[in-house]
């Protein structure tokens, strides 16, 4: 878990808190990056730098390493867990995965990444989380905590 909050150095009760099922246990905390958009993971992304490529996706060029990827659940080939595999090798991972949409290659893309990971929530993260927001999640009891951003 990282130690200092950098964004809003937040204390006390998180702003809101979801309730999902385990894919991958653990704990991590982390800066969210949220998108709307399915992630291709052959192709998608560049597994070197946890760069999104993907030529028309809303988050091409921005890396998801060490943040808490929220998103809609993947998109294209079993290739999928090849490329992040990597990713976790290559100490690029994403620290977290939240998603909307269990399939085979992404429930296998979580395990190989080894990123604490939670789908069936309560209330759509996509909604309830926003890019910047600090999220906290434990994997294994489904919970994921998050403070909203504070804004300057």
Known sequence: MSAVNPITRVEGAPSLVLRGRCVVPGKAEG???VT??????WGGIDSRTGTIVETHHELRGHSFAGKVLVFPGA?????????FHLTRSLGV??????????????ALGAVVTRA???????????????????????GESGVVEIWKRLMP
């Open 116 to 138: 604490p990971s939670v789908t069936d929530f309560d209330q759509d993260p996509l909604i309830a989380i926003a890019t910047g927001d600090w999220v906290r999640v434990d």
């Open 31 to 33: 800066e969210a990056m």
């Open 36 to 41: 709307t958009q399915a992630i291709s993971g």
């Open 75 to 83: 998109k294209g080939s079993s290739g999928w867990s090849n490329a």
């Open 93 to 106: 991972a994403p620290a977290a995965m939240l998603f909307n949409e269990t399939s085979a290659k992404i």
